[in-house]
């Protein structure tokens, strides 16, 4: 790591500032928000980066309690697989086509499904036993800046092209929020727990924030069509040129990413194994007797020798 | 099968015995209960034309308040001589100890509702202008999910420091897509404006969602140290 | 480190390969193995903080080790609940209930039926079962005789008791240790984690020392030391 790292935070430093150019003097002004919309080329990268890293963190903690046992480990390979085959097909069905909401392509839902297998045995490889824990710590604390960056552009970049700093029925915002809420609550349990278990509680923690992002969803695009509500963001579709400095602009978030989670997964790693030494070491006095001159020398319960 | 209800069943008469023993403690739930109404009624004026619209809201997060302090409380008992020890190591299965608390808490907060309601439509005039029978599933499935998932965290936070800072902390996140719900399909009912009918079944697929989850994740919380 | 002298005989009954017990930065047990034999009753000392009462909860499946293995029975300690009765120094009573409901709540997680059994183990520790006064406002050598009726109950083959004696008074104590007695006659496997070793002398079979996570040493009696230094 001592030397692959600073040449990629050079790179990367390069790429940022690259992407910066891009932005702000590359891609063409908005016809209707003028310059300011440019946030967005900070805005929208945080917040596929956040989520990218908050489905790794899901992935990992899924299989995290998945692994305490061999039976469980088997059963979960299995759904996954059978989720990625049903993904794959299904959307092609003519019924299931039908079903889907508008804007949401078969091939795009296919491909969702196999990545979603393939990360997960990827993962499993390159991330055996308790890494998949250090993987998960280390994920949801870099998702957590990221998706902070997310709350804090959205509404700088609201009230001056809305007026308004926030709307309750913005999917995309709310969803965010809540997403946000979840994993700092997420990073508190696992500070504030006693227990010796905290990894597999802060897995449940996180199971149970993954099944809650659907239903946050749903139930916030039902409440706007009742009551309709600005847009942030707006919708359609977006000039080519545009689109093309936003991906350049997330590939440049997403090596910086890594780059912070490489960092943050190699301290978590040093940490444990000097709390492990530390911990094997505790109870040791100094010039330690050995077994066969314990009886001699073991103090106070056994009496005055 | 019939040894997992008889337990649960034990446990949740033995709950509710040793409840009605100390009546101190639900007494004064129920005057905090009765405080909770009465500060929402100082803060947000009744005879406000906005408050109609609003009152949906006050009145879960009336429950939500009453709901968290009654939470706080399912596992003290538990704790205390280290009960929860003797649970362990016996060979019953922790889901029939988790459903006789989520049972005894849905009872328990269904009581603390079914006070503050008739004191909401009191203080703020209230006449339910959509059908009011829709008020009842709204009621039912709300409370479940509150306390499913409620029951479920204080466990969870039984094993971490400032635990009762931390029960509101995790199920408040988790709890909003239902609360969204609740209050939605209320005001929907209340002001007759809109269909609740959505939000219902938004409201039992998230209990459906949740309980299972807790069904099959509950013996690793119990059994963490 | 070398393993400590094993006492001979038996089937093990229970085995323990390098237990590792680690909470964050302390290791309460830094590696133990050993085995023990059926029918026997086994003293285990040691100061505060060698490690043995993560090992009795440990064998209780109420700890989960951090490397290492622990079979009791052949099988896993939770799967051998069954056949497993645990004592704490906190009595795992609900202090509201009188001692017979209690039990009765207990017998149920067990499977066991009716009253009679409740009745016939709250006799059997010396305690009245029509008392009605909650536990919480028993005395302590009460509370502890009440504590043992709810860990043997389910008549399990192996009893792990952490400080049965603690606060004890003598009465109680020798009614106790003679119940113990009775108990390994009549083959159980019973653990005794006490800093009062003297009132298990003529009971023990063998006597386990813990020093630093570890077993140092295991023996048939207690060094004439100890009974001198213990008595008043």
Redesign the interface.
């Given at each position: 790591m001592k030397k692959a790292f600073p040449i990629l935070a050079a790179l990367t430093a390069l790429f940022l500032a690259y992407a910066f150019y891009e932005a702000m003097f590359v891609a063409p002004t908005d016809a209707l928000q003028g310059d300011v919309y440019r946030i967005i080329y900070y805005h929208v990268p945080s917040a596929w980066t956040a989520f990218l890293l908050f489905f790794i963190n899901f992935i990992a903690s899924v299989q995290y309690?998945a692994n305490?046992k061999p039976s469980t480990q088997r059963a979960a390979k299995w759904i996954v697989i059978a989720i990625g085959i049903a993904g794959a097909i299904a959307p092609f069905i003519p019924q299931v086509k039908q079903m889907l909401p508008p804007g949401m392509y078969p091939s795009s839902v296919a491909t969702t499904a196999l990545i979603i297998v393939g990360l997960y045995f990827l993962i499993g490889k390159f991330f055996p036993g308790q890494s998949l824990d250090v993987l998960a710590v280390t994920t949801a604390e870099v998702g957590v800046v990221f998706c902070t960056i997310v709350l804090v552009t959205g509404p700088i970049w609201a009230r001056p092209v809305w007026g308004i700093w926030w709307a309750p029925g913005d999917i995309r915002l709310t969803s965010t929020l809540?997403l946000w809420?979840?994993y700092?609550?997420y990073l508190?349990?696992r500070r504030?727990?006693?227990?010796?278990?905290?990894q597999?509680?802060a897995a449940?923690?996180a199971?149970?924030?993954a099944?809650?992002v659907p239903?946050?969803y749903?139930?916030?695009w039902?409440?706007r069509t009742?009551h309709p509500q600005p847009v942030i963001g707006g919708g359609g579709s977006m000039d080519p040129r545009m689109l093309n400095v936003l991906l350049i602009s997330w590939m440049a978030f997403l090596c910086f990413a890594f780059l912070v989670c490489w960092a943050r997964y190699r301290l978590e790693q040093l940490r444990r194994e000097v709390?492990?030494a530390?911990?094997?070491e505790?109870?040791?006095?100094p010039g330690a007797p050995?077994?066969?001159t314990?009886?001699a020398k073991?103090?106070?319960?056994?009496?005055?020798? | 099968m019939r040894s997992f209800w008889s337990i649960t069943m034990a446990t949740l008469t033995k709950d509710i015995r040793l409840e009605w023993r100390s009546k101190d403690a639900l007494n004064a739930m129920l005057f905090f209960s009765l405080l909770v109404v009465v500060i929402f009624v100082f803060s947000f004026d009744p005879l406000a034309e906005e408050s109609r619209h609003i009152v949906g809201g006050l009145i879960w997060v009336a429950f939500l308040f009453a709901a968290v302090v009654a939470l706080n409380q399912t596992w003290a008992r538990e704790l205390r001589n280290q009960v929860l020890d003797a649970y362990r190591v016996s060979p019953a299965p922790a889901n029939a100890l988790f459903v006789a608390k989520v049972l005894g808490n849905f009872i328990f907060v269904s009581l603390l509702e079914a006070l503050m309601a008739p004191l909401f439509v009191i203080f703020y005039n209230l006449r339910v202008l959509g059908p009011a029978w829709q008020l009842m599933p709204v009621a039912l499935l709300g409370t479940w999910a509150l306390v499913v998932?409620g029951t479920f965290f204080a466990a969870?936070s039984v094993?971490?420091?400032?635990r009762e800072l931390?029960l509101p902390?995790?199920l408040?996140?988790?709890s909003?897509?239902?609360v969204?719900?609740m209050v939605?399909a209320t005001t929907s009912i209340l002001t007759g404006e809109?269909s609740a009918h959505?939000?219902i079944v938004?409201l039992l697929?998230?209990d459906v969602?949740?309980t299972t989850?807790c069904l099959g994740?509950f013996d690793?919380?119990l059994?963490?140290? | 480190?070398?393993n400590?002298p094993t006492v001979p005989t038996g089937v093990p009954f229970i085995v323990i390969e390098g237990l590792?017990k680690?909470?964050?930065?302390?290791?309460a047990l830094?590696g133990v193995t050993a085995e023990f034999d059926a029918g026997k009753v086994h003293v285990i000392?040691?100061?505060n903080?060698a490690g043995k009462t993560t090992l009795l909860r440990t064998l209780a499946g109420l700890?989960?080790p951090t490397r290492g293995t622990v079979s009791v029975l052949g099988k896993n300690p939770h799967d051998a609940c069954r056949d497993i009765g645990y004592m704490a120094h906190p009595s795992l009573l609900y202090d509201e209930m009188s001692g017979l409901e209690n039990l009765r709540y207990f017998a149920r997680l067990y499977d066991i039926a009716g009253d009679s059994r409740c009745e016939q183990v709250i006799r059997s520790v010396g305690l009245d079962p029509e008392l009605s006064r909650p536990v919480g406002k028993y005395s302590q050598g009460m509370r502890q005789r009440m504590s043992l009726a709810r860990a043997i109950l389910h008549d399990p083959k192996i009893l792990l008791l952490d400080e049965p004696f603690s606060n004890v008074d003598v009465h109680s104590a020798r009614e106790m240790v003679g119940l113990l007695k009775g108990m390994r006659d009549a083959g159980k496997s019973i653990f005794v984690v006490t800093?009062q070793a003297t009132l298990l002398e003529g009971v023990a079979d063998e006597f386990v020392?813990m020093?630093?996570?570890q077993i140092?040493?295991r023996t048939h009696h207690l060094?004439p030391?100890?009974t001198?230094?213990?008595q008043p």
């Open positions: 309690l305490a809540v809420l979840i700092v609550s508190v349990l504030f727990s006693d227990s010796a278990q905290t597999k509680l449940v923690l199971v149970f924030g099944l809650d239903l946050v749903f139930s916030i039902f409440f009742q709390e492990e530390e911990a094997l505790s109870l040791r006095e050995s077994a066969q314990s009886k073991v103090p106070l319960s056994r009496g005055p020798q | 998932n969870m094993r971490t420091r400032s931390m902390l995790l408040f996140p988790v909003i897509p239902a969204i719900s939605a809109d959505f939000y938004l697929t998230y969602v949740f989850a994740l690793t919380v059994q963490a140290e | 480190m070398t400590p590792i680690q909470f964050d930065r302390f290791a830094r000392l040691g100061d903080g700890a989960h800093h020392w020093q630093a996570g140092v040493d060094a030391e100890i001198r230094a213990e």
